[in-house]
């Protein structure tokens, strides 16, 4: 079945740059939708189909797709970025249609 | 704005069935697939399945044999049942919008914990 590697941590000073991978294979042939989940709350979308952002999301959170690697990179990072992010496919040709990755905690330093 | 509310019970024994509801408001449940995913203590997403307003449902391999996902349109609402629970579907149960093969999901239910119990 098909996998996404996401390191499991990550760790940026605030205001610098966190770019969060998200890799599996041929990834950028597919599209890869993100989502933030903060200790205790619901997973929220913040970048569907590679690099869109839903109404709400900053503009400081983009999303990019390639090769065989998508990033989540947030910019000017804040104590409220600190959170677990999912990369999340669907695999119409594999046994398991929605694949997510392991998920990236986020710490700011 | 389209708001997902699970509810059912939260303590099931272990070998007996699982059965959540997901009330949908703000939207109509025959505009888009729906699915159900969850998350054990300490890990990560792992979906269910989904269902359509017609019906039409798709599941986890993993769970196929003991999951059903079903819809009510005319309570706009969709439901899951799991059988033969043990441990190891300890976990937090979320609704969602989307599905269908293509579409990411959004928004989410708040979640609800279901424990198995001995």
């Known amino acids: 079945s098909y996998v996404l590697a996401q390191p499991p941590s990550v760790s940026v000073a605030p205001g610098h740059t966190a770019r969060l991978s998200c890799g599996g294979n041929?990834?950028?042939?597919?599209?890869v939708h993100w989502y933030q989940q903060k200790p205790g709350q619901a997973p929220v979308l913040v970048i569907y189909?590679?690099?869109h952002r839903p109404s709400g999301i900053p503009d400081r959170i983009s999303g990019s797709n390639s090769g065989n690697t998508a990033t989540l990179t947030i910019s000017r990072v804040g104590t409220g970025d600190e959170a677990d992010y999912y990369c999340q496919v669907w695999d119409s040709n594999g046994d398991h249609p929605v694949v997510f990755g392991g998920g990236t905690k986020l710490t700011v330093l | 704005q389209v708001e997902l509310r699970e509810s059912g019970p939260r303590l099931v024994k272990r070998s007996e069935t699982l059965s959540l509801t997901c009330s949908v408001s703000g939207d109509s449940i025959n505009n888009y697939y729906w699915s159900w995913i969850r998350q054990p203590p300490g890990k990560g997403l792992e979906w269910i399945g989904d269902v359509s307003h017609t019906g039409a449902d798709t599941y986890n391999p993993s769970l196929r044999s003991r999951v059903a996902i079903s819809v009510d349109t005319s309570k706009n609402q969709f439901s899951l049942k799991m059988t033969s629970v043990t441990a190891a579907d300890t976990a937090v149960y979320y609704c969602t919008r989307g599905g269908g093969g293509f579409a990411w999901f959004d928004p989410w239910g708040q979640g609800t914990l279901v424990t198995v119990s001995s």
């Open positions: 041929n990834v950028g042939t597919k599209t």
């Open positions: 189909n590679d690099r």
